[in-house]
């Protein structure tokens, strides 16, 4: 089964920085798209970043210039460096993978356990 694994998550003045990872394992056969989301509390869940294979980008508008996703595709691993971080950047972040498995026919997302990022003074 294939299985995602984040870290990095923490505590931080507004202006700080941390960085996230996620580390995916399994029976992959190719990635199509890595991803973070997160999920304040009494709002629904929002996609932050995005990276197709190829290396095309999205970004919430409200994190632009101020994050940045990025890969390492040997080791199955995304990463999410947030800098200048703001109070209403505070929520759990999520991995998310859109992949083929090995003798898969058709792709499938998966998700990783979550990590609290929280931005206080």
């Known amino acids: 089964q294939v299985q995602l694994v984040e870290s990095g998550g923490g505590l931080v003045q507004p202006g700080g920085s941390l960085r996230l990872s996620c580390a995916v394992s399994?029976?992959?056969?190719?990635?199509?798209?890595m991803g973070w989301y997160r999920q304040a509390p009494g709002k629904q869940r929002e996609l932050v970043a995005r990276i197709a294979d190829g290396g095309s980008t999205n970004y919430d508008d409200s994190v632009k210039g101020r994050f940045t996703i990025s890969t390492d595709n040997a080791k199955n691993t995304v990463y999410l460096q947030m800098n200048n971080l703001k109070p209403e950047d505070t929520a759990v972040y999520y991995c998310?993978?859109?992949?083929?498995?090995?003798?898969?026919?058709?792709?499938?997302?998966?998700w990783g356990q979550g990590t609290q990022v929280t931005v206080s003074s």
């Open positions: 998310n993978v859109d992949l083929f498995e090995k003798k898969g026919l058709v792709p499938y997302d998966y």
């Open positions: 399994g029976s992959i056969f190719k990635i199509n798209f």
